[in-house]
């Protein structure tokens, strides 16, 4: 099987967007989907880019891909890539496309003098969690996700005009 990983363009949008969705019907999240296609594109191939895409190709056909972004490491002085999204199409699974993503990305990782590479996983999720343990990643029991989201974002964020003010 002929597998090969190549960085997306702008071109690849509509593909990009495509396995988001199979992706958030996979994690049952479907209806989390908000984005639009050109914002989409503005934050990935725009004169600021958030983040970059890997596509995953089986025989010449794009089959999965991977979404990631630089954050940084205090404690080691260093960036490091955290990998948002990985997704590989059902009938592609098997393939050593999920692998062949993941190797890219490390590499990446060592070519930028990253200190890690990480990315969280649903714990529903056991497929996943054994491939992942197979390739020498192990699981951060300690670490919480924490989020702030939506409407409390913006109430946390006004806070910040009113620190300003207070300080002046």
């Not at 191939?45 to 972004?69: K, N």
Request: hydrophobic share 45%.
């Amino acid at each position: 099987m002929t597998v090969s990983i190549r960085t997306a363009t702008r071109e690849d949008l509509p593909l990009i967007a495509e396995l988001i969705r199979a992706l958030a019907e996979y994690e049952k999240l479907a209806h989390e989907v908000r984005f639009s296609e050109d914002v989409l594109g503005q934050k990935l191939f725009g004169t600021r880019p958030y983040a970059e895409v890997i596509i995953g190709e089986v025989h010449g056909v794009a089959q999965g891909f991977a979404l990631f972004f630089h954050n940084f490491s205090t404690f080691e002085g260093k960036p490091g890539i955290y990998l948002e999204d990985l997704f590989v199409k059902p009938e592609a699974r098997g393939a050593g496309l999920g692998k062949a993503l993941l190797a890219r990305l490390a590499a990446l990782a060592v070519e930028r003098d990253c200190a890690r590479l990480e990315w969280s996983v649903l714990d529903w999720n056991e497929p996943a969690i054994g491939f992942y343990k197979s390739l020498g990643a192990r699981i951060m029991d300690e670490w919480t996700v924490m989020r702030v989201d939506g409407a409390a974002l913006e109430q946390l964020g006004a806070e910040a005009g009113k620190t300003a003010q207070n300080v002046a």
